[in-house]
Each structure stands twice: as structure tokens, then as C-alpha cells.
């Protein structure tokens, strides 16, 4: 079974998280940043994994766009759907995903997850760093990468 982890990452997070399921993943897997293949052929895989960070409430408009313009290959492949964020409320968390993907793609994905994320100071610009500190009062690099939920992600992905 070939499969293709199609991701897109602003901070760097998405791309850890990417290589974290990778390296869980039996078999060999096919990394795709969606920031320099804006076109990736799925064609050739069997599975596919989308994985996305949410900013402000969305998931980046390349992902969106990817998931529209393949939507109908996405469906015949084995699926799988996560995304990054700091989001702790549950029902916001939910919300998030459920906006990241369209509904026939959630219900035809075996996996999904919400994996966590992280505030990525070093890596942000002034504006983005103003405003995360003010709304989430962190003021230094934080993670909180769930990593009992990429697990889970793997063997739900992985289960015949």
C-alpha cells in the first residue's frame, strides 16, 4: 500500500507532526509539503494522509483548496484527516476541524485527529508574535503536541 502524507505547515509544527506519524507509520510513507508542491499527482497511492494548522480559527487556503480540486481521488483512497492547533476548548476544537474539511471527506476518512500544536515564537514575525501573546498570554515557545493522539491516529489509520 503506497501512501502520501499531504501536509502544509506555516510554523514548522504541521511538518514535526507530519514526520511524527511518518515514523509510526509501517512502511514506507511519501512526505508532501504543499507549501513547494502546490500540485502534487496523487494518482499512484493506495492512501492518503491531509494534515493542516489552524490560524485564527482556519486551516491554510492551499489545504482547502488541494482538498476541493481533488475531492472526487481523495474519496476512492483510504483516508486519513488531522490538524494542528492550541485550541483547548472541545466544541471550538471540533469546530476547527469540521472547518478544515468537508463533510464528505470527514466521513470517509478511518482516521482523524487533532494532534496539538505549538506557539512557535523564533519562527514568527512581530505582528504574529503581538498578537498570540496578547491573546493567549504565552509570551515564549510552547508545546502541546499530543502525542496519544498521533498514536491513536496511526493505529486507527493502520487497522484493516
Known amino acids: 500500500m503506497k501512501?502520501?502524507?499531504i501536509y502544509i505547515s506555516k510554523h514548522g509544527t504541521t511538518e514535526?507532526?507530519?514526520?511524527?506519524?511518518?515514523e509510526r507509520m509501517s512502511g514506507g510513507i511519501d512526505l508532501i509539503n504543499l507549501r513547494?508542491?502546490?500540485?502534487p499527482d496523487i494518482?499512484?497511492?493506495?492512501?492518503?494522509?491531509?494534515?493542516?494548522?489552524i490560524h485564527a480559527g482556519m486551516v491554510q487556503k492551499r489545504l482547502k483548496r488541494f482538498?476541493?480540486?481533488n475531492s472526487e481521488l481523495l474519496l476512492q483512497r483510504r483516508l486519513g484527516l488531522f490538524i494542528c492547533c492550541m485550541e483547548t476548548d472541545e466544541n471550538k476544537l471540533n469546530t476547527e476541524f469540521e472547518n478544515a474539511y468537508p463533510p464528505h471527506l470527514r466521513q470517509n476518512?478511518?482516521?482523524?485527529g487533532i494532534m496539538g500544536g505549538e506557539f512557535l515564537f523564533e519562527k514568527m514575525n512581530f505582528l504574529e508574535k503581538a498578537i498570540i501573546k496578547k491573546i493567549s498570554g504565552f509570551s515564549d515557545t510552547v508545546s502541546n503536541i499530543n502525542f496519544s493522539a498521533i498514536d491513536?491516529?496511526?493505529s486507527d489509520f493502520q487497522k484493516q
Open 16 to 22: 514535526r507532526v507530519a514526520g511524527l506519524i511518518s
Open 3 to 5: 501512501t502520501a502524507l
Open 67 to 69: 482538498c476541493e480540486n
Open 36 to 39: 513547494y508542491e502546490k500540485n
Open 43 to 53: 494518482s499512484s497511492y493506495d492512501s492518503i494522509i491531509l494534515g493542516g494548522s
Open 109 to 112: 476518512a478511518v482516521a482523524q
Open 152 to 154: 491513536s491516529f496511526v
